[in-house]
């Protein structure tokens, strides 16, 4: 039926409805094919996320969790001294009020204007490492990663316990 069609157009007999269905087919066509855009309305704000990183600010976030992990974890009965490292694949986000394609401004009272921050997301550990002086005992390293995985939801998987030696004490 297609090839009769294309025929038929080739030699000028397409019928007038033919024709109008083909007419039709090809606006629908580029009906599809034309981009939408928005209309500026409350309801279309919408949020964009960018990623902030200022020098210092996340080696220092890195290293008060590390010192809390160790401060804690020195505490545990049988785990001795401990030392922590604690890996962030990516660092922390802020998500800013976008309005269409502009960013929403916050102007503080010495008149500098910074982006309006919707929301804050913490940067995740990706992986942690724990070196204890009683990180060869069974339950104590059991003990350790419970504490780990309770405090950051990291995966067992991504839990080194390691025992310290005596060279480092």
Wanted: glycine share 6%; net charge negative; charged share 30%.
């Amino acid at each position: 039926m297609h090839l009769k069609w294309i025929q038929d157009l080739k030699e000028g007999k397409l019928k007038k409805d033919q024709l109008l269905i083909l007419f039709l087919s090809g606006i629908l066509l580029l009906v599809i094919a034309l981009p939408v855009s928005k209309e500026g309305t409350e309801e279309d704000r919408q949020t964009q996320t960018i990623k902030i990183e200022e020098n210092g600010r996340k080696e220092a976030y890195e290293a008060e969790l590390e010192n809390k992990l160790e401060q804690v974890l020195s505490k545990v009965e049988g785990v001795g001294k401990v030392e922590v490292m604690i890996y962030f694949a990516s660092s922390s986000e802020k998500i800013v009020e976008k309005d269409e394609q502009t960013t929403v401004y916050e102007h503080l009272e010495n008149g500098e204007e910074i982006p309006y921050v919707v929301k804050e997301i913490s940067a995740v550990p990706d992986g942690i490492v724990v070196v204890a002086e009683g990180g060869g005992n069974t339950v104590v390293r059991k003990e350790i990663q419970e504490a780990v995985q309770a405090l950051f939801a990291v995966e067992a998987h991504k839990i080194k316990i390691m025992k310290m030696s005596h060279e480092s004490s």
